[in-house]
């Protein structure tokens, strides 16, 4: 897969200017998201300079993609909840550190298996500004055609700024022939639209449920399908993390998982 574009990669430095008059592309062709909109989303940070999304799934652990800590360390990573403006200081935000990190059988080769749960270093508080993403069960994948929506702080273009707000897009589920096996893609019919840098790991939300974890795209962003991992493939093996917390834990039927980063 030569032409894989991980959108783990630090896009740049936080935005300095940019978002006075909003253009009408912006994930890549959504709009700003309303305030609390997406309460279960999370800004995955390095010295305060987002990286990377996640989502809340239980008060101590963020689903994410394992593609955003390729060349980073776990260890000094934060997990934001309750943020909106990345500029400012809210009084809304929870910040984390990460206690230990669980993968299943990533290969960054073919970036398959790309998912982390990141187990937070104390419980999240539930408010209006940070809420649990609901999972589908196992196996129970969605549908080609079925509206999604994805959300993030990812640039709007390649190589462009962060952005300031969190925006969404609208999305439809592609036929598997627009994609490949062990991903689930979207892509949006009518214009250019998708995920961008920044937006790695944030979760692809289809009736209510956070059925994929943003992976990567081809070529610049939103020129083709999104690939994200399928969250039913993996909602067992979820489950055996959440309900044993603490230390490393073994995946399903592989031979135990390389930690990832040095915690
Ligand atoms: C949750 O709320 C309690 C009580 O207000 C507070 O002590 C604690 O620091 C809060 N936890 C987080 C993660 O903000
Ligand atoms: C996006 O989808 C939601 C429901 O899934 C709908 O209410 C909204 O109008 C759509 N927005 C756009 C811009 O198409």
Redesign the pocket.
Known sequence: MPALRLLGLLAGLLATSAAGAAPLVDIVGG?RAQPQQFPFLASIQNQGKHFCMGSLLHPRFILTAASCFRSRNSGIATVVLGAYDLRRRERTRQTFSIRGVSENGYDPQQNLNDMLLLQLDREANLTSSVALVPLPSQDAMVEAGT?C?VAGWGSQRPRGRLSRFPRVL?VTVTPSSQCRPNNVCTGVLTRRGGICQGDGGTPLVCNGLAHGVASFSRGPCARGPDFFTPVALFRGWIDSVLNNPLDQHRPDNRPPAEPVGGL
């Open positions: 709009r509206n929506q609208n």
